[in-house]
């Protein structure tokens, strides 16, 4: 039978967005994004810092601490507080920008996603604030003293967590139905002394009309004491309902003109009025008299005991009521926590540890609080001011002019709602892979948005992400719409071919630009860039190589090959049912068999160190292959796949004309990449034959190269005792294993690939190895570690590098986590022992989370990986 959240779910697929109006979809951090800066040069970190935040209203979207807000973020709610010596009012999460730290931009603050359902009927955050002063300047000061080999200052560095002294403010949702939410606001007093707390839960409007999107202003006006009744022309009327507070605060989500432009304010009842009112005790009396605004908040002010705990209620409803709280109302947390655990006890694994259950549940958790709306309207964003700095050239002929197609306005899963509260398009595919599990629907339809008209530029290119859509990613949409469709099908029996038809159609366009625009030379060796990696090259591959030189390279080929590999796996699938499909399968086989020749004969491969490289060529001399062991020669084993007896039995016209072109091929002594087993029942379709296989698998489980405790690094630690150089021009390019945090500033320093583990590229070489197991079985076994003596065939690789990923998070027999680090000592103390955060990538040595701390877009992965390990693969 369907749990009710199932039956939910099942509902929601008849709308044409599968997804419920109110969900976590407002952003933790709107300030310092491309879509607020209106500089001439780009500088979007300095020209929105996080100081003016409070005072400066935003144009383009809005931010909050555990906050929701409808599909169109015209109403948002979220929760503000005050400790009583703070020199700001608690209103967003606290980070610094991309120059304030020594390793770039990083959220200072203790938040966990703790509970959520994909329709968002049950949600949890807990949020940790100290009692003592917030050390603002101190993280400043600290992190700009401190240089790039030193570890950025974390706020736990700071002591002020020490002895327990802080609140745990939990906030949860509970929706009696799709538009009548229940909130829940509980503050617990961590310390052993009593202390003071001011609560405002703070409901407010978009500010739409500041940006001539709306007719009619918004408005919140008074309904009863205990009542506000917020107006909006697009969304309706809803109403906040709450309990007896100390006082009820209006005011105007609209800029503090006199703070920004030194412009006095015509009306104290700007966006900070409460900040001044609580913080400075200004215009109080005003604020008490006005009874409408765009901004509203009741103040609650509570002194709890120590150990004790204080609960807040209100309910955001389009209903008109006259008990809004009837007895028993408490009921709605319980009953729909209950549904939370009836729906994930009936995906989850059976036959796993309470420990991993946690991991999973909260990776899922995370997950789905990562929906964020996300509106930017790249022409009009451009040639419109924001009313503090002029139209200027420096800004129309600047980052993303060349996008005026582009106008985004919708719920998308983002990397890390504060420091990458914008999507990028190879991040999004990963994140479909754990959305599948909960919700198909709508990880079906975040694949297709990013394909669609307004997205992709009309030459087929996917935009990358904000801070340069014209940056190019990896073109893995393709393979993750193929893992999506197939964990659909194996959750409910039934594939969408469907599905698989549109996103193909649109695939093929994209397909198309990388085959005309990235491959220069028209010799199937492609560049691609920096491809997402930030620093994994000696030098920056998205820029211009210095002279005139050309970067080929083997990671930008192998995507390739992956990718046409991908579009005929889904080809062949829906020529199952649709025979007009087979002549596509056909040229995305033959398309991949020449790209594999390209890799392997046009001298990307090094016979002596049995290991793929990029290739630097300028005419008129010998090309250079760039000698550094890393992800980029990892990359070929991406490319794998199998077609089964039966498929080429049922599609003859496919058949024959691949058993033509092989015969063609090897008649003429041209390469040829297949494998058969000796029963015929199975082809192997890769870019690296078995002994090349098997060199790069001794290098990649070698625990003094790739292999760490927590996983596959993503450089060779060999380059730690012998880094690599090269001279161009007479300017010297040098990398070196680098386990933790960038000490490099390419990419602005705050992502570092020269030696940590990054779990999507562990996820997918994990498929791939499980690919080629299920193919050679035990007729291919390798050493596992190298060196160590132990022989597995390849599927039990794949599980010891599952296993060793999954490690990462899991508790030892100490009760630490690889994760925290020197940090365990705070995830120990009593009531924080279940708290997992899912980081941006992972110290290569030791396993410590480092980069962003939300990264629960695709560190979620972790996620689909304990099921896999669980559900038969293990």
């Not at 966006?271 to 400075?280: E, G, L, N, R, T």
Request: charged share 25%; glycine share 6%; hydrophobic share 35%.
């Amino acid at each position: 039978m369907m749990t009710a959240e199932q039956q939910r779910l099942t509902d929601n697929l008849s709308k044409r967005v599968p997804m419920e109006q109110w969900g976590p979809y407002l952003s933790e951090r709107q300030w310092g994004t491309v879509r607020e800066d209106y500089s001439e040069f780009g500088d979007a970190w300095n020209y929105f810092p996080f100081d003016q935040a409070h005072y400066r209203a935003y144009l383009w979207g809005e931010d909050g601490i555990g906050g929701i807000s409808d599909y169109f973020q015209n109403l948002c709610f979220s929760v503000a507080l005050w400790n009583r010596k703070d020199p700001i009012l608690k209103e967003r999460l606290f980070g610094l920008g991309n120059r304030l730290g020594n390793h770039g931009e990083d959220v200072k603050e203790l938040y966990y996603y703790m509970d959520n359902l994909p329709t968002h009927y049950y949600m949890e955050y807990l949020y940790k604030y100290p009692q003592r002063e917030f050390p603002y300047e101190e993280i400043k000061t600290e992190n700009q003293r401190r240089s790039r080999t030193e570890p950025e200052y974390e706020i736990l560095d700071t002591g002020i967590f020490n002895d327990n002294e802080y609140f745990d403010v939990t906030i949860t949702y509970a929706k009696q139905d799709s538009q009548d939410i229940f909130i829940k606001i509980n503050i617990r007093n961590r310390y052993t002394k009593s202390a003071g707390i001011t609560v405002l839960p703070t409901l407010w409007f978009y500010n739409r009309a500041s940006n001539q999107n709306l007719t009619e202003k918004p408005v919140i006006t008074e309904y009863n004491k205990t009542a506000v009744k917020a107006a909006h022309q697009r969304l309706g009327t809803y109403y906040l309902y709450f309990q007896q507070p100390r006082a009820t605060f209006y005011t105007e989500n609209e800029t503090n003109t006199e703070k920004v432009l030194g412009i006095p304010n015509a009306t104290p009842f700007v966006k900070d009025a409460f900040h001044d009112a609580i913080i400075h005790k200004k215009s109080v009396k005003e604020l008490r008299k006005k009874k409408s605004g765009t901004k509203f908040a009741p103040v609650y002010d509570y002194t709890i005991a120590g150990g004790e705990s204080k609960s807040i209620y209100l309910r955001l409803t389009n209903k008109e009521l006259n008990n809004s709280f009837e007895g028993g109302f408490e009921n709605i947390f319980p009953q729909r926590k209950a549904e939370a655990d009836e729906f994930y006890n009936a995906i989850l694994p059976k036959n796993i540890s309470s420990e991993l259950r946690n991991i999973q549940r909260l990776a899922f958790s995370g997950i789905l609080w990562s929906k964020q709306y996300y509106h930017y309207d790249v022409e009009r964003w451009l040639t419109t001011s924001d009313g503090i700095t002029p139209v200027n050239q420096g800004k129309l002929n600047g980052r993303n002019h060349e996008w005026k197609h582009l106008k985004n306005q919708h719920i998308i899963l983002m990397p890390d709602k504060w420091e990458y509260p914008w999507y990028a398009a190879w991040d999004l595919a990963f994140h479909c892979i754990p959305m599948a599990m909960l919700d198909p629907g709508f990880a079906k339809h975040q694949l297709l948005l990013i394909m669609r008209e307004w997205y992709m530029k009309p030459d087929g290119q996917l935009p990358a992400y904000e801070w340069h859509f014209s940056d190019v990613n990896p073109p893995v949409q393709a393979w993750a719409a193929l893992q999506v469709y197939r964990i659909e099908k194996s959750m409910s029996g039934v594939g969408d071919i469907n599905f698989l038809k549109r996103i193909f159609h649109k695939l093929v366009i994209n397909f198309t630009w990388w085959i005309n625009r990235k491959d220069a030379s028209g010799n199937n060796i492609f560049q691609g860039g920096f491809l997402g990696l930030d620093n994994i090259g000696v030098f920056n591959r998205s820029i211009e190589i210095p002279g005139n030189h050309r970067l080929e390279q083997a990671d930008g080929t192998s995507w390739m090959g992956m990718y046409a590999l991908n579009m005929m796996d889904m080809a062949l699938e829906i020529a199952m049912v649709d025979e007009t499909f087979e002549d596509a399968a056909t040229k995305f086989f033959e398309h991949f068999v020449l790209i594999a020749e390209a890799l392997n004969q046009h001298g990307l491969w090094n016979d002596t160190d049995k290991f793929f490289y990029d290739i630097l060529s300028l005419a008129g001399t010998n090309p250079i292959q760039l000698q550094i062991q890393s992800i980029v020669g990892i990359t070929t084993l991406f490319a794998v796949s199998t077609i089964q007896k039966q498929v080429r039995d049922k599609l003859a016209d496919f058949k024959k004309r691949t058993t033509w072109f092989e015969n063609y091929r090897k008649k003429n002594d041209r390469f040829w990449p297949n494998e058969e087993r000796d029963d015929r029942e199975r082809i192997l379709l890769s870019l690296v034959q078995q002994e090349r296989l098997k060199s790069i698998l001794q290098h990649l489980l070698d625990e003094e190269e790739f292999l760490s405790p927590g996983g596959i690094r993503a450089l060779s630690k060999y380059h730690e005792k012998n880094p690599y150089g090269v001279t161009i021009d007479n300017i010297e390019y040098k990398i070196q294993y680098d386990p933790g945090d960038a000490t490099s500033n390419l990419f602005g320093g705050n992502s570092n690939w020269r030696g940590p583990v990054w779990i999507p590229i562990n996820y997918i070489l994990i498929q791939s190895i499980r690919k080629y197991g299920e193919f050679y079985g035990d007729d291919l076994l390798v050493e596992c570690p190298t060196g160590s003596g132990i022989q597995m065939n390849l599927q039990q690789v794949a599980n010891e590098l599952t296993r060793r990923v999954i490690c990462l998070f899991e508790k030892d027999q100490e009760g630490n986590r690889k994760i925290f680090g020197k940090d365990n000592w705070f995830y120990q103390q009593p009531g924080n022992e279940n708290l997992v955060l899912f980081y941006e990538y992972f110290h290569g040595d030791n396993g410590y989370g480092l980069g962003a701390s939300h990264q629960t877009g695709w560190t979620s992965l972790v996620a689909r990986l304990i099921s896999e390990l669980n559900n038969g693969n293990g």
